[in-house]
Each structure stands twice: as C-alpha cells, then as structure tokens.
C-alpha cells in the first residue's frame, strides 16, 4: 500500500519555529565568488532575497521557472545546505523523527535516515544540520538536513472522487488531509514501481508518499512521524 503525509502547519514536536544561522552570509558569500553571471540571469537570482528564495524552492525539489512541475534537480551545493538551526520559540519538549524547519526543510534523526537510506541507499540527499535551543544547548538528538530527490507522476485524479481533491491545470490537492480523503486517492502502483519515499509531480498535498514496507520499518522501530493515511493503490 501507499502512505500519504501532509507537511506539518503548526509548531510543536513535528515543526519546529525558529531560523538559520550563518545560512544567509554563506549565500550572499556564494553569489559574490560562486555563482556565474549566466546562471544568475537563468534563474533570475542577482540580488540575495530572489537567491534565497530559489534555493529554498530547491528544498522541496521545485525551481522558480518549474513552480507548477517539480523535478529532482542537481543536489543542494555545499554553501547552499543550511548547517545550523536555533529554535526561537518552543513549543514542544519532544521532537519527532520527522521534523520541518524554516522554508519547508525537512530533517530526520538517524534512525529514520538509516532506514530511508537503507531501502533507497545514495538517492536522497543528507546532511548533519546543528539544532539549538536559543539558549545554546543542543537539540535531544543529532539531525540530518533531507532533500527527496524522487518524483512520480501516479496520482490519477479521473479514478478519484471529486470530492476528495481540487485543483486544475495539472496541480491538485488533497480536499482535507483525513483518513476518508486520503483513501479516495488514486495512485497506479505500476508508476510508483520500487519506490519508497517520494514527492508527486502534480499532486502537492499529502506532501509525501511512502511506501508500505518504508512506514511498517518506521513502525517497528518505534520512529515519531506526523500522521500517514493510506491512499488507494489501483
């Protein structure tokens, strides 16, 4: 079967409110000795606020001249990762396995990124990302900075209830994130294929699919995540 995950809206165990460190400098640092005046102008990232913005697109995968089809693009540069996180305002004394931090950055403790690695090894792009309490103490655990590099076209909106979604022009969403809903959804097992974690192409919510075998290992070991349904695999 396949899961569906919606990306978490409040702050608390699966959001975590606060900012980079050091990530903005190292960006600005980047378009004054890294970045090609040609690249500059494909992008349209001269000045630091429209760079920022376009890397932190990379983040989910989606540029700014694909905002309506998302595609796994070359992987994150080193001066484009963030490397530390200060949580600003608590909301939670538990963090999950899960976590999203600013600009829809998603990072994951190890346990979830050996399992995730261990079913799609070298796929998904990580990195170590330093997390702290404004205080300066260091978050319970270490995290990893998570990158899905995987898109599938399979949801198939002329095999599901109206009801359950909206959207046009090749971009839908999920009606409201509830059990009933997400079962309404129709995905082709035969696009999905071996995959395990990955990003739909034109439906943007739920955010993430997963597969069954990933979700009962994530089950098993006991990992927090954010609520998954399952979707209707035809």
Known sequence: MTWGMAEPRRFGEYFLDGDYVGWKDALRDALQNEIS????????TQYLPSYALHVALKFTGITKNE???????EPLR?????????????????????????DRLLAVDQDLMDVIESLEPGLHQFWPIDIKHADGTPAPKAYFGMRIRQFIDSFRPDQSPTESWTGETGTYYIFDFTRKHCAALSVSKADIGSAHLWRE????????LLSDELVSRI????????????????
């Not at 098993?220 to 035809?234: D, G, S």
């Open 37 to 44: 005046d040609d690249e500059k102008a494909r992008y349209d």
């Open 67 to 73: 905002i309506d089809h998302p595609r796994a693009p």
């Open 78 to 102: 080193p001066f484009e990762v963030p490397r530390e996180f200060v949580i600003e305002h608590e909301h939670s004394k538990r963090f999950g396995s899960l976590i999203k931090l600013t």
């Open 201 to 208: 192409r034109k439906l943007r919510s739920p955010a993430l």
């Open 219 to 234: 089950k098993e070991k006991e990992l927090r995540l954010p609520n998954v349904h399952q979707l209707n695999e035809i």
